[in-house]
C-alpha cells in the first residue's frame, strides 16, 4: 500500500487557487500520537491548576499548552462541559489569551492603523472585538482590543503571535509607544449563573457592567482586571489577573471555593456554544489568507474612517467588487444544517462538502451538536453561489457517524448565528441598524 492510497490527494477538486498554501483537506481521521510535553512550549501559570481540575487532553495555542477536556469521554465528554455552561457556570482557563500591551503618547494612533475599527472610539475602560489585516487584507488575528487608559491598549490576542507583527509594524512607523508581553492570565466565567458568582467575588458593582465594559478590582488580595465579554454565546466575564505568575493559585483557588454554591465546573472553551453564536475561531474558520468578507466580518471593515489602516487599499478594492456584484474570492463561509449521528467532540479533519450530485466544493470548518436544535450545525467555506439560504449539499463524514456507510449525510444552509447569544454582536447591532459596518 502507498502513501497514496492511506491519504488521497489534498482534494484538488475544492477550489483553492486563491491561496499560497492551501488547507490540507486529506481525511487522515484521528490518529494515534500523544502530544509531548517540553520546556520549548510554555506552561501559563494555572496549567497546573487544570492539571489538578482533571484536565486530560490539551492542544497548543500561542506556544501555550492549551486545556481542551476536563470530563471524560465515559462521563459524558464535551457535551457534560456544555451542560454545565448553558445551565449553570463554569470557569476557563484562557490564559493562552496571551496579553500584548501598547503603551505610549502615540499609543492610540498606532492602535488605530493596525486595526480596521476606528480606535478613537473606544473610550477608556472599554473594549471591543476587533481584527488586524495585512496589507492583502489577510486576517492576522482578531483580538479582543482593551483600552485601559488614554494611552494604554490590550490585544487580548487569538492564536497568532501578535507581538511580532506589532514590533515589526512600528520599525516602519517610528510611533513613541512601548509594546510587551504583560505577565497577565486570564480566566472565563461564562453561563447563565456567571452574574451572581461573579457579585459573590467582586461585589454589586459588577452587575452595572456592560458589554465590553471594564473595571478594576481585586480577589484575594490580587489586583485583576474584568470585563463583560467571552467566547460562548452566553452570558460571562473574563478576569484579567496582573501579576499572574504570583498569583494564579489564590485566584484559581477563590474562584472554586466561591463558585461550589453556584455548580461551577472547570470545562473547555466552548467550541459548541460558540459555533452555534456564530463566533470564529482564528484558526480553523479563518486564517491570514482570509478576507473579512469571506467570513461574515465585513462589518469589521468600516466605510468611514478618517485614519488609514494596513490593508485598507486591499479591502476597499475587495468591497468594490462586492458591490459591484463581482464576487472576488472561491470560498465563502456559510452555516449548515446537517444530518448524521451527533457530532459531540472535535473533528481531526476539514470535513468534505458535496453538492447533491456527489462532486467536492469545499469543507466543513467547525462541527457540533446542537442539543437545541436537535442536529449537527457546522461552518464550512464552499463556493459563494452556493451560500443562499435553502441551499441543499451534502457533507461527507466519518463512518462513525454517517447515516449509511460510504454515503453523505445531507445539508442545508441556514443563517448563523444558529441561535442567539446573551448578547448581540457588533454585525448584529450594525444589522439592526441597517449598516453593514460597525463603528
Same mark, same amino acid.
Given at each position: 500500500m502507498t502513501a497514496n492510497d492511506r491519504f488521497p490527494p489534498n482534494v484538488p477538486s475544492v477550489d483553492q487557487s486563491d491561496r499560497m498554501v492551501p488547507c490540507n483537506l486529506r481525511q487522515s481521521g484521528s490518529t494515534p500520537v500523544e502530544m509531548l510535553i517540553s520546556t520549548r512550549v510554555r506552561k501559563s501559570p494555572f496549567w497546573h491548576l487544570s492539571i489538578e481540575a482533571g484536565c486530560w487532553r490539551a492542544t497548543v495555542y500561542n506556544r501555550m499548552y492549551h486545556p481542551r477536556g476536563y470530563v471524560k469521554p465515559e462521563h459524558g465528554g464535551a457535551m457534560a462541559e456544555y451542560d454545565a455552561l448553558v445551565n449553570r457556570v463554569t470557569m476557563w482557563?484562557?490564559?493562552?489569551?496571551?496579553?500584548?500591551?501598547?503603551?505610549?503618547?502615540d499609543a492610540e494612533a498606532f492602535v488605530n492603523r493596525v486595526i480596521t475599527r476606528d480606535a478613537t472610539k473606544i473610550a477608556p475602560m472599554r473594549g471591543k472585538y476587533t481584527i488586524l489585516c495585512n496589507e492583502k487584507g489577510g486576517i492576522l488575528n482578531d483580538p479582543v482590543l482593551l483600552r485601559l487608559d488614554r494611552d494604554e491598549f490590550w490585544f487580548s490576542i487569538s492564536?497568532?503571535?501578535?507581538?511580532?507583527?506589532?514590533?515589526?509594524?512600528n520599525v516602519g512607523l517610528g510611533?513613541?509607544?512601548?509594546?510587551?508581553?504583560?505577565?497577565?492570565?486570564?480566566?472565563?466565567?461564562?453561563?447563565?449563573?456567571?452574574?451572581?458568582?461573579?457579585?459573590?467575588?467582586?461585589?454589586?458593582?459588577?452587575?452595572?457592567?456592560?458589554?465590553?465594559?471594564?473595571?478594576?478590582?481585586?480577589?484575594?488580595?490580587?489586583?485583576?482586571?474584568? $470585563?463583560?465579554?467571552?467566547?460562548?454565546?452566553?452570558?460571562?466575564?473574563?478576569?484579567?489577573?496582573?501579576?499572574?505568575?504570583?498569583?494564579?493559585?489564590?485566584?484559581?483557588?477563590?474562584?472554586?471555593?466561591?463558585?461550589?454554591?453556584?455548580?461551577?465546573?472547570?470545562?473547555?472553551?466552548?467550541?459548541?456554544?460558540?459555533?452555534?453564536?456564530?463566533?470564529? $475561531?482564528?484558526?480553523?474558520?479563518?486564517?491570514?489568507?482570509?478576507?473579512?468578507?469571506?467570513?461574515?466580518l465585513d462589518y469589521q471593515v468600516p466605510r468611514r474612517k478618517d485614519a488609514?489602516?494596513?490593508?485598507?487599499?486591499?479591502l476597499e478594492a475587495q468591497r468594490a467588487e462586492i458591490d459591484a456584484g463581482r464576487y472576488p474570492f472561491k470560498l465563502k463561509l456559510a452555516g449548515l444544517r446537517m444530518g448524521g449521528a451527533p457530532i459531540t467532540d472535535y473533528a481531526p479533519d476539514f470535513w468534505l462538502v458535496t453538492t447533491p450530485e456527489g462532486a467536492r466544493v469545499g469543507y466543513v470548518t467547525s462541527p457540533w451538536w446542537s442539543p437545541e436544535l436537535g442536529c449537527n450545525i457546522g461552518l464550512a467555506h464552499v463556493p459563494p453561489e452556493m451560500t443562499g439560504i435553502g441551499t441543499e449539499l451534502r457533507v461527507q463524514l466519518p463512518e462513525t457517524l454517517a447515516e449509511m456507510s460510504g454515503q453523505?449525510?445531507?445539508?442545508?444552509?441556514?443563517?448563523?448565528?444558529?441561535?442567539?447569544?446573551?448578547?448581540?454582536?457588533?454585525?448584529?447591532?450594525?444589522?439592526? $441598524?441597517?449598516?453593514?459596518?460597525?463603528g
Open positions: 482557563n484562557v490564559a493562552v489569551e496571551r496579553q500584548i500591551r501598547v503603551r505610549g503618547p492564536d497568532s503571535d501578535l507581538q511580532l507583527w506589532l514590533e515589526g509594524v510611533h513613541d509607544v512601548e509594546i510587551a508581553e504583560l505577565d497577565v492570565a486570564t480566566v472565563q466565567i461564562q453561563g447563565p449563573l456567571s452574574e451572581e458568582l461573579m457579585e459573590d467575588l467582586f461585589g454589586e458593582d459588577v452587575r452595572k457592567l456592560e458589554y465590553y465594559e471594564l473595571m478594576e478590582a481585586e480577589i484575594s488580595g490580587c489586583p485583576v482586571v474584568i $470585563s463583560q465579554t467571552g467566547f460562548s454565546g452566553e452570558k460571562g466575564y473574563e478576569i484579567y489577573l496582573r501579576d499572574a505568575t504570583l498569583h494564579a493559585e489564590a485566584l484559581w483557588y477563590a474562584v472554586l471555593g466561591r463558585g461550589a454554591r453556584f455548580g461551577l465546573r472547570v470545562i473547555a472553551p466552548a467550541h459548541h456554544r460558540r459555533i452555534a453564536a456564530g463566533i470564529l $475561531s482564528w484558526g480553523q474558520d479563518m486564517d491570514a489568507e482570509t478576507s473579512p468578507f469571506q467570513v461574515n488609514d489602516y494596513i490593508g485598507r487599499a486591499a453523505p449525510v445531507a445539508a442545508e444552509v441556514v443563517e448563523v448565528p444558529f441561535r442567539p447569544s446573551a448578547h448581540a454582536g457588533a454585525r448584529e447591532q450594525a444589522q439592526a $441598524s441597517g449598516r453593514d459596518w460597525a
